[in-house]
């Protein structure tokens, strides 16, 4: 068997002014030490790679952790919000069942038993929610409407004193107060009290006459709507014009004795439907 007696033989100085020296390397030994060489920078290569990779899957770890915890909480805040909005829509749906049941108006549908619910098999989505609101939406205005005809209604009946005095005559047959015997029927109620005393409107409505007419004399005639008309007469004066809206307690004019009278006073009538009907059925007790 030859002996391989191949070397490698390398020269170098130590400093500029050094001799030179040389030494001698087998092949084989320097391939040996190449070789670890290069694994030793493989190895460094590939750690750094594994390092780097590491630290890629770590990031997006954090990250992954970081979304989590954000929708996490904004579920729980959705949880919350939700929790707060039926709380809410239980309150609201309690309330307009008593509105509901004053004004008469029978609800469709009994939300309690949908907006009420718990437990993971329980809780109401969204849609639910939005379906009850809009219920409840709906339920409201249709209450309202009620309330304000109600409203418009008792604004616009007759109610309380139009003038400040005593009753003379009353409403119904009555004597004729100007001699001459026999009976004739009363239409409306005399309040004496001295002339020029303010003449006030007892309830909402349209001026439809304002002028001279027959035995009232000075007369203002108000529409209310429903069929209701009211009749102030003898005044001194008048102070609304036709087609003027007045509102309960609004100036009409004052006390006088014009047309068939015998003395100051305010003629009051309150007419349904054209038709004469006691005014004390509309007075308030307490005022005089």
């Known amino acids: 068997m030859n002996d391989d007696k191949r070397f490698y033989t390398f020269v170098f100085a130590p400093t500029a002014k050094s001799p030179l020296r040389k030494f001698n390397i087998h092949h084989k030994v320097l391939y ?10 493989l190895t460094v290569v590939y750690g ?67 907006i009420g619910q718990g437990g993971p098999d329980g809780d109401a989505d969204l849609s639910e929610i939005e379906r009850a609101t809009a219920l409840l939406e709906a339920e409201l205005r249709q209450i309202k409407d009620v309330f304000d005809k109600d409203q418009v209604k008792l604004s616009s009946t007759p109610k309380g004193w139009p003038v400040r005095g005593y009753i003379t ?48 004399g000075n007369v203002v005639v108000i529409d209310h709507g429903y069929g209701i008309t009211t009749r102030f007469g003898h005044m001194s004066q008048i102070e609304v014009t036709v087609g003027q809206h007045v509102t ?12 068939r009278s015998t003395a100051p006073h305010c003629h009051y009538e309150v007419r349904l439907h054209d038709r004469p009907v006691n005014p004390l059925n509309y007075l308030s007790v307490g005022r005089s």
Do not use: C
């Open 32 to 41: 040996a030490i190449l070789g670890f060489a290069a694994v030793g920078m």
């Open 48 to 114: 750094a790679y594994r390092l780097a990779h590491h630290a890629v899957v770590v990031a997006k770890l954090n990250l992954l952790e970081n979304e989590n915890r954000l929708l996490k909480e904004e579920n729980q805040e959705v949880n919350n919000k939700k929790e707060l909005l039926l709380s809410r829509l239980a309150a609201l749906d309690s309330t307009q069942r008593k509105l509901a049941e004053s004004s008469g108006i029978s609800r469709q549908t009994d939300l309690s038993g949908s």
């Open 169 to 216: 005559d009353g409403f119904g047959m009555r004597r004729n107060p100007f001699g001459g015997g026999g009976t004739e029927m009363h239409s409306g109620l005399d309040i004496a009290t001295n002339h020029g005393t303010a003449i006030e409107a007892t309830a909402d409505g349209i001026v439809i006459f304002a002028g001279v007419y027959a035995g009232y």
């Open 248 to 259: 309960r307690g609004k100036l009409l004019g004052a006390v006088g004795s014009t047309g």
